[in-house]
Every structure is written in structure tokens, then in C-alpha cells.
């Protein structure tokens, strides 16, 4: 069993930066995908950045450039960091990983963490 622990929510202002980590408990995969997900009040979960086993990385346009996924896997934990962030991303954001193989996406994802607010002021 796999258990996933997000932290480094919390508030800023437009422009800055903000890291979200996600410790990975009982992990023990060789081909993965790690993904972040956010939902924003009123709208659908949409998927922000993922990365495999790899070193493959996806970004949809809405974050490309500003948003950077990467990992450590001594440490079993993989980071996302958000720069140049804007009031829109403000959301819950929540990782996520498949354990079975290295397809990401959603309906592939085998654990959730339970999420973490994030909040950008104007």
C-alpha cells in the first residue's frame, strides 16, 4: 500500500513562487508515473504536470513555462514547482502516482494524496 502526503500549500501573491512536495510512503515501483492535479471551486480536476520512470514530463499550455515537476527518488518524494503564479491558479492541488506502469493521466492513477489549498492573491 501506498500512501502520498502533499505539503507546501498556503498563500501568495501574484508573481511568486510556491513548491509542493509529495512524500511517497511504501513506494517501492521501477516504472511510474508521478502526476499533479489541481480542482478550483466550481470546476473540474485537471491534470498540471506529471513525469515517469523516463524522465518524460508533460505540461498542459495553462502552466508550461511557469510550473516544474521533478523528483527524488532517495527521498522518495517528488516536488512541483510553481513560479510566475497567477490568481487562476489558485486551487486544491493534489499528486498522484501510478505504481504499474509509466502511462499517466488520470484514469491510470493508482494514489491520491488528500490535497493541499493553494491560494493566490492578486
Known amino acids: 500500500q501506498v500512501q502520498l502526503v502533499e505539503s507546501g500549500g498556503g498563500s501568495v501573491q501574484s508573481g511568486g513562487s510556491l513548491r509542493l512536495s509529495c512524500k511517497m510512503y511504501g513506494f517501492t515501483a521501477s516504472n511510474y508515473c508521478l502526476a499533479w492535479f489541481r480542482q478550483a471551486p466550481g470546476k473540474g480536476r485537471e491534470e498540471i504536470a506529471d513525469?515517469?520512470?523516463?524522465?518524460?514530463?508533460w505540461y498542459p499550455s495553462a502552466v508550461k513555462g511557469r510550473f516544474t515537476v521533478s523528483r527524488d527518488m532517495a527521498k522518495s518524494t517528488f516536488y512541483l514547482q510553481m513560479d510566475s503564479v497567477k490568481p487562476e491558479d489558485t486551487a486544491m492541488y493534489y499528486c498522484a502516482a501510478n505504481v504499474e506502469t509509466y502511462f499517466c493521466g488520470a484514469s491510470n492513477m493508482d494514489y491520491w494524496g488528500e490535497g493541499v489549498q493553494v491560494t493566490i492573491s492578486p
Open positions: 513525469c515517469d520512470n523516463n524522465d518524460i514530463t
